[in-house]
């Protein structure tokens, strides 16, 4: 925080916000240094505070900041009615000491308006628009409309938002016209993936439970998984017990030759459902390994596979049954209650002296001890016992807090780096501008780290999760391991841009970039599907990879890490 960014902070006030700031400053320095001649307008300005707060609540701003400054406003009328409703001379208290308290009242009282331009790049309004009663195509236009000014990678991927337009505004206007709402979500869906961008969310949108759409399309599962190799084979890399899979005699590793009419690559590369909006080609390929067999409830499809080590392909018939999207859940990992409860950060000394810390996210841990605490713990339990080399696990890190994430690189770094700046839409001059209090830097951190450092990252590792192997990449005592880059997601949702759609939809979207040192996007993946912070060590995922991870459950990047840093 600085003084110019904080003056700076205005342009991301409300006209209501700043008309209060200005009417508090100013009653509160009257009254901290006293006039000496009365004027009776003087009297009435804490009112017309209160008349711009109460247009600021019907304006729907109940923001933090908003409310911050309309208390303040309702505290100072408070204080003040009494001139209102008794006008007299001016006259400040005879004695001294009561002159003082007074002034330091008036100076405490501006406290809030200081801290609410501090922060008011952060906790600024950013208002939800409701589309919910249009007409499907109606709604969709007029959220493209507002994308094609806010969304805050527009540029950064190159969309053509009127040949979105022009792609998706029949499609609606059909659905809308059939009354065809299965139709309208799946279109809805397709729209929001082809933004690439792994923070678009569906917030109110369960896939898992109860949404009829999902349920009828991929609700149905064979009872296994797939991965695709480099070279293009499809491989099983799950088989669910007493499955269709497994009853035909499928086995992990068994490669898909044929599935459903098609070559098993054919089918790979045809699958599009995800969960989620996915940002990168690396991430795409590992949602349709586990959708590719995924298909309506009942449905059958002829499969051809040949088990691992076999020459001969075994044909057969399989039928999706009612898993309860259990391939789905298996494949892919999520935070429980009791990691969000304990400490994100785990570590030991490995078998062969290297020192091993995990961390699981970036959310600050009010129950127990405070990450940097633990990391620092750590790192020091591990000079006192001569480990001179640390792997850090960041696999399926799904981020959290970006100064936490600087905060613990500072163990790594001997001087201070720049981590990001952030730059966000203003509604007032249409650009995007820099939030000049919202800079983070990495500040080197006792105890440091001089040994050498391997960071374990998967298209798992994402959001703020993606910020320590972006800023520490390039130290030459760190090195990146990875099968794949990071999720390619790196964008901020201070205050996110919110959308009421038909149907009950409510969608998210980010609302601010991450700039790198001169400026320019970082992080986020951009409309060739690449992006995110990349292996310098990248693991091949081929037949021997896959063996050694699938078939005999060994933990290969890890390996990996191990004998970067013995060479």
Avoid at 16 to 25: T, V
Avoid at 181 to 197: A, G, H, I, V, W
Avoid at 386 to 405: E, F, T, W, Y
């Amino acid at each position: 925080m600085s003084v110019i960014g904080t003056i700076d902070s205005v342009k991301w006030l409300t006209v209501y916000e700043l008309i209060m700031c200005i009417i508090n400053l100013f009653v509160l320095t009257v009254y901290a240094v006293p006039i000496k001649k009365y004027y009776r307008w003087f009297d009435f300005l804490p009112g017309a505070g209160v008349l711009a707060a109460l247009a600021s609540v019907l304006s729907g701003d109940m923001t933090l900041l908003a409310l911050i400054i309309e208390s303040l406003t309702l505290l100072v009328f408070l204080c003040t009615i009494r001139r209102l409703l008794k006008p007299q001379a001016w006259t400040a208290p005879k004695k001294k000491a009561l002159r003082i308290v007074r002034s330091v009242i008036c100076v405490c009282g501006a406290a809030p308006i200081v801290f609410a331009l501090a922060n008011a790049g952060v906790l600024r309004y950013n208002p939800v628009s409701d589309f919910s009663g249009m007409g499907y195509s109606q709604a969709f236009v007029a959220m493209n409309e507002r994308l094609s000014r806010e969304y805050p990678f527009g540029e950064w991927k190159k969309i053509d938002w009127n040949e979105r337009r022009s792609k998706y505004e029949p499609i609606f206007k059909r659905a809308e016209k059939d009354k065809n709402s299965d139709l309208y979500y799946k279109t809805l869906r397709e729209y929001l993936f082809s933004l690439r961008d792994g923070h678009i969310k569906i917030v109110n949108d369960n896939v898992y439970d109860g949404n009829p759409v999902f349920k009828k399309e991929v609700g149905g599962g064979f009872g296994l998984s797939t991965v695709q190799l480099d070279n293009g084979k499809v491989l099983v890399s799950l088989v669910l017990e007493n499955s269709p899979a497994a009853k035909s005699g499928m086995k992990p590793g068994a490669e898909i030759v044929a599935w459903d009419g098609k070559t098993g690559r054919e089918a790979f590369g045809q699958t599009t459902w995800s969960e989620n909006n996915v940002a990168t080609d690396e991430v795409k390929r590992l949602n349709q390994g586990r959708f590719m067999a995924r298909a309506p409830i009942g449905k059958e499809v002829q499969v051809e596979f040949r088990n691992w080590g076999e020459s001969e392909p075994i044909r057969t018939k399989l039928s999706a049954y009612d898993d309860q999207f259990e391939t789905l859940k298996k494949t892919k990992p999520k935070l429980t209650q009791a990691d969000l409860d304990a400490s994100p950060i785990e570590g030991k000394i490995l078998g062969n002296g290297y020192g091993y810390v995990q961390i699981k996210h970036f959310l600050p841990n009010s129950n127990g001890t405070a990450p940097k605490k633990s990391l620092a713990d750590l790192l020091k339990m591990f000079q006192d016992k001569h480990v001179k080399s640390l792997i850090i696990d960041l696999r399926n890190n799904p981020g959290g807090d970006d100064q936490l994430a600087a905060d613990l690189a500072g163990f790594f770094v001997k001087e201070t780096k720049h981590y990001e700046y952030v730059s966000y839409y203003n509604r007032y001059t249409g650009e995007f501008e820099l939030n000049r209090n919202e800079v983070v830097r990495v500040k080197p951190a006792k105890p440091y780290f001089d040994g050498t450092v391997a960071i374990l990252i998967n298209s798992r590792t994402g959001s703020s999760g993606e910020g320590m192997p972006l800023v520490l990449k390039g130290l030459p005592n760190v090195k990146i391991v990875g099968f794949t880059s990071t999720a390619g997601s790196f964008g901020l949702l201070s205050s996110p841009i919110e959308i009421k759609m038909p149907e009950g939809y409510v969608i998210r979207f980010p609302d601010g970039r991450s700039l790198n040192q001169n400026k320019k996007v970082q992080g986020d993946a951009d409309q060739t599907g690449v992006g995110g912070a990349a292996p310098d060590i990248k693991i091949p995922l081929n037949e021997e990879t896959f063996k050694e991870s699938v078939i005999d459950g060994q933990d290969v990047e890890l390996k990996y890490a191990i004998d970067a840093m013995e060479k």
